[in-house]
């Protein structure tokens, strides 16, 4: 029996001797502050926490390590499923995790990238990759380098590292699963309604996957799912996105599922950018919008552009709409779509570039970002004007442009010699008006153009469409409707875009345009002027209100058949001495000329280049109104009432000089010039001392000194009014004539007198009774200045008033019709005063029948109680 035990030992000896020998694979328990021996060939068994099938890391049987020393690589491995690939990223303890996947997402922002079993060292952090090969690419196409905020970090890439096998982990499905979980039970999360996916990486589920929502392709897998759960329970209506980093909005178009009644939508806590990334979800009818903790929140009027977008919010944020939101926003959907960017781009900066480098890009036809760096110092005018005036050879039309707090970014196309040009400037874009250098940054290839996509030429050609009709061709004001165009921001001092307007309407409507206007452009010269010589009828041509400043900026125009032309309110028109010169240099570039100005060109040329400047039409009506009712009351009895024209601090100086002999006895008229000479503060001629007490302060003490002046009678006929400057702010009035002293004056006898008054206006507060709701004005400052008239200013007033005279005849022509808007003035101020027709009559008078200003003197009056109790009595006939 012994025996026998003993040869059965020797048999399961033997038997133990011949199996294979099977090696277990290492278990490494994982610990954070441990260092990671890369160049290690033992397995790695990675458990996963979420309970999938463990991952065994195997480096006999992966590819060759690669890193910055060694990126050449098969591409058919990127493309492989069987296999996880290992990504090494070696920091040293310079960053942690969340700085890395910062990084690592930045880099790449729109390609399917999902690493799995992050495992932290102290000295290398490593992740698995399957199906990722675009992103991995991207990783070899920046040399295995990672910008890690002030840090640079290697990466290292093992592809094959680990098999896949059924039953680990498959980030989509997780995914899917995570939002499937959270939608089953809502009451857990808040309320059945609502599908809470705020924070959705800290998902229990997903503890083994770095969810990161700015990524574009996970957020695009996440609606996906998203959208599912919503079609299949239409209990939800709530949709809570938030704190998820989310930089990316087109992915959410998913959620315009049919029959789905999304009604909340919360993305409060995200990195989006601008409001009108959301334009693409405009169709979504969303009652609550919740955006704060975004950076759109720092986009001026954010609210008005997202309400723009959906009219039906009764709460964004913490902010209700009004009932009637941007109503004039909601208009027929424009053929073009907002540009999404599907790349990062290739960084232009003034540090790594130089215009030999950039010549790469000349043929691509695809959209590159620019932004400007301003610090908020620059508006998105100014910008666009400091392009227009420093490219003026070359196409530069900003698309989709977007403003931040301290920067703005725009996209262009089709655009490289404009580019290139900038480059060359070291991208630094100079402000000219506000003396400041913003620099400038270019990111590549951003996009790739589609046939939606819109173009800045066609846009040009249909704007143009809209201003020709009945053979003139309006481009009056163009930056008014320049910014009524959707998508590109085109400035009007622009050459390149005014010639390609003229071009096109040369090409459409040359043949039939007779008129074409340019009025208020800032036109500097008349460079893209050019194609008006293929106008083969134009005959008038409108530069009014223009920056014209010499006869030279007219070089750029054709030698045409042009016979009416207007050049006045230039600075050009200030550079002759007469008018006779005026129209010589005029005629040289228009030889066949019959009108300049709006006046037929006479023999000799005898006519005044000047006329009145009002810079816009409601500028003249408050001009018109204010000039009538101040010389009036200045002339009338009531000269004392100037006082409430004036503001309590109101500040009045004049200046004269007129040359007294004071070695002889003085005549009346000379009395009066010495009288004046008193109240004159020319700085020039008298010390600082007396300028300062020359000055007349507060409404009182000005009131005081116009009435110690004679009687007047303003001739309103000799009057030429400029308006430079009219704003809601302020307005300022500069008033040219003449005058005559009354015989009534304190000095004997009487004589003609010019002047020149200047009223500085502004804002001060709101009227009382009937005009409750209107704005009153006071004036400010008042400067008056007063001279002798010449020889040839008394001729040229003289025939003024004749050829005043020679319109009486046809002024008696409309006596019947003034007669009766009187009559009905009358009926109406009576009915409103109550006063009896006497007074009626000479409030009216006093107010030259002007019924506003008329119950303005009637209120200040009767709150001044200045108005006796039988001014309300009638009279009996």
Known sequence: MIEDLRQEDERNFAEEEHKPIILQSVEQVHDENSFYNVDSMAKQTLRMKTGEDDIVIDPKHADSLHNEANLKYDPALLNRVDVWHQVLVHHDGLCTKEKILEALFASIPLFDFFPVAYRRHANIDFFLVRMCGQALAKLFSDKLRLKAGQHELSLSVRFGAAKFQSGQIFPRSTMDSAVQERAGNGQLYGELNVLNLDSFASHSSLEEIEVWLGNRAQLEMLCSAVANALSTMKRINTLKLSNNRILHVTPLCALKVKGMQLVSLNLRGNRIRHPSSLRTLKDVKLLELYVEGNPLTDVPDYQDILCGFFPTLVKLDSFVPAAAVASATITRPDCEEEVETTSPGTLIDDRTTTPMDFQKFNMSPNWHQVTVHHEGGCGKQEILDGFADLLTKHDFFPCHYKTYSKHDEFLVRNCFDALHFLVTKKLRLRVLPLGVELRLTFAMNVAEVAENHVDPIKKLQQFTNTRYGQNCLDLNSLQKGFNEIKFVDFSSKCQRALGHILNYAARRFGSNCFIIRLRNNALQNCDALASLARFNWLVSLDLRNNSLASFAALDGLPRNGMKEVFLDFNPLC??????????????????????????????????????????????????????????????????????????PEAQFSMTCLFDIDHSVPLDSHQQRQVAYNNHSRNLLKIDLDRAIGALVAGNKSIAFVLNSFPTTEYDLMSFRIDVPIFTPERVLIIVHGKLKEGTQSLYVGSVSLGFTRTFYIQPYGTGKGLFAEAMDYKIYNDLFHMYTLSDEGMSFFSKREAETATKAPKDEEVCSSETEDRENAMIVFKGLTQLNREWCVRCLEESSWNLKVALNVFLKMYEARRIPKLAFVERAE
């Open 574 to 647: 200030h550079t002759v001495t007469s008018s006779a010169e005026y129209i010589r240099q005029v005629k040289m570039y228009f030889p066949l000329l019959e009108r300049l100005d709006g006046r037929p060109l006479l023999a000799g040329g005898n006519f005044s280049y000047c006329q009145n400047f009002i810079c816009s039409q409601e500028a003249y009506k408050f001009a018109d109104s204010f000039v009538r009712h101040y010389f009036s009351l200045h002339d009338s009895f009531q000269r004392s009432e100037l006082e409430n024209l004036y503001h």
